[in-house]
């Protein structure tokens, strides 16, 4: 008898303590992967959330840069991390939708990962060098038409968003240029300042503070309405090309098997993190828009990023992307 109760008390012991190291989670720093080089717009949406998303959690958010094959080796070693809730993956359109249609990944965009919140989205721009000549979107098609094949449009590598775009955009306009792939927006954006590639079809958020500055010329932004933080950029439809309408959003996820109840946890500091108005006037002033309270679930994550894989896989092919 006396080891039965030896026994159920080293059992509550320890199922107490396992009760205890579930509560306290996150006990060390959180790993979030942005799988493109420092500077570019997953980066920069990464480091607007890390410092409220540690306020909440009470742990450290360490942005770690792990770059190639377009975000591919960055997304995938989150896939492969342990489910515990200490690396994330942090990636948009491109890397969790796009890729799959491109590269042949090691592992499932829909099967190995936990969404756990819809981030902002914004639209591409259309932007070039200033000693383009060209002021206007119809000027620069042309411009690019009477220079067929010696233009150069800088991409973040095969089949990232910048490229996907690019290649609509010659489908749209019905021009011919050439790409040249970096290792992120980041640095290609740095080239395109310095006049060493011509144009990018860019997100919104990388690009602005430069327009602002005068470093860069912007034509259009690939949305229906004007950005309230550009007002002055016309539309694509305002500048006639109606159907290059495109939009990426950004999103968050973990390992697959990563418990519920951490999953939910992060969720709400991202919600949090969200709602606080000094992230949301950062946001705002990149073109981001921040999705309504009831897309913020992991649900709506996970189906979302199911119905865009089913809109985009086919245009993709179609198109025949493929690595460089």
Known sequence: MKLLRVAAACALLW????????QVYPSRPITMVVP????GPVDTVARILSEPMRASLGQSIIVENVTGAAGSIGVGRVARAAPDGYTLSIGHWSTHVVNGAIYPLPYDLLRDLEPIVLLPNNPMIVVSKNAVPAK???????WIKANEGKVSAGTAGAGSATHVAGVYFQNVTGTRFQFVPYRGTGPALQDLVAGQ????VDQASNSLQHVRDGKIRAYAVTANARLPSAPDIPTVVEA???SLDISVWYGLWAPKGTPKDIIAKLNGAAVQALSDPLVRQRF????LDIPPRDQLTPEALGAFQKAEIEKWWPVIKGANIKTE
Do not use: C, K, N
Request: aromatic fraction near 10%; charged fraction near 15%.
């Open 36 to 39: 493109f080089a420092a500077g």
């Open 240 to 242: 006639g090309l109606p």
């Open 15 to 22: 199922g107490g303590s396992a009760v205890a190291s579930a």
């Open 136 to 142: 206007s979107l119809d000027e620069f098609v042309g």
């Open 284 to 287: 705002g002033e990149l073109g």
């Open 197 to 200: 590639i011509d144009f990018i």
